[in-house]
């Protein structure tokens, strides 16, 4: 479904992403992990088109994204949800997952959007509130929330657990896991270990811009050097 070769993405003269290449495959969780600072958000950046990688091709579904605008991106079926949630402060929870659903018919919006309450029970019962004075676990809700409103066929998404308390991180991981089930590609960053337990089919590790290891959870789990170092055990 995605498919990312040879990608190298340079700031100015520092080097960010060196000679990447990850496959997500249809239906299917990838996971990237890797240390602050390997280049986990540049990725994202990449391929959501807000940035502009100086090598490399990125196809979705056979078709180049590096010839559209971000914006298209969403009417192609990949969503967003970026790093450090930031759902519009002054608007309602209501109002935010609207505005995620610009790209829909409106005649699928009512419909969507009673979906997306049955994922996220929270953000129905807290509709009407503006969305500033959520809680953070209640923030990230509405960023995947937001992301799930365009029904896209990629999700992308950067550090769902970033900040949260161990039982929030446990509700996000059966969202994820749900929206994963509903039959969605998943290409998640995240460097919470209890997040990519269980997850992910296929895991990548990125390290100072270089990928240096891809396998399954348990393999990685099954090399003393590579577990230990990126998840600690
Ligand atoms: N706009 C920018 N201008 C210059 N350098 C940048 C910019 N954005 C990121 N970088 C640098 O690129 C490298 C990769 O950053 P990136 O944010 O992709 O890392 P990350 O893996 O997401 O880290 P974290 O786990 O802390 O979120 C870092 O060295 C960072 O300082
Ligand atoms: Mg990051």
């Known amino acids: 479904m995605l498919e990312i070769k040879d990608l ?20 299917g969780l990838t996971a990237v992990i890797g240390p602050n600072g390997a280049g986990k958000t540049t990725l994202l950046k990449a391929i959501s088109r807000l940035i502009n990688p100086q090598k490399g091709s990125i ?7 590096l010839k559209y605008p971000p914006h298209k991106l969403a009417q192609m079926g990949i969503a967003h949800c970026p790093e450090g949630r930031k759902p519009f ?28 309450f049955d994922l996220f029970p929270i953000l129905k019962e807290r509709r009407d509130q503006i ?12 960023a995947i929330g937001r992301a799930w409103m365009i029904s896209p066929s990629l999700l992308l998404i950067d550090e769902p657990s970033l900040g949260l308390s161990p039982l929030i991180v446990d509700e996000v991981e059966r969202i994820i896991g749900g929206i994963k089930e509903s039959g969605v ?41 590579l577990s230990k170092t990126y998840f600690g055990m």
Do not use: C
């Open 8 to 27: 190298w993405v340079y700031y100015g003269h520092a080097l960010a992403l060196e000679n990447v290449n990850i496959t997500v495959a249809d239906k």
């Open 89 to 116: 402060p002054e608007m309602t929870v209501l109002e935010n997952l609207l505005v995620g659903a610009y790209v829909l018919p409106r005649n699928q919006i009512q419909g969507r959007l009673e979906m997306v």
């Open 185 to 225: 590609s998943v290409l998640m960053v995240e460097g919470n270990v209890d997040l990519i337990r269980d997850l992910p089919d296929i895991v990548y590790v990125l390290d100072h811009g270089s990928l240096i290891y891809s396998g399954t959870v348990s393999q990685i789990l099954g090399d003393t050097n």
């Open 131 to 142: 969305s500033i004075t959520l809680s953070g676990g209640e923030q990230q809700m509405l």
């Open 59 to 65: 196809s979705f579904n056979g078709q180049s994204l």
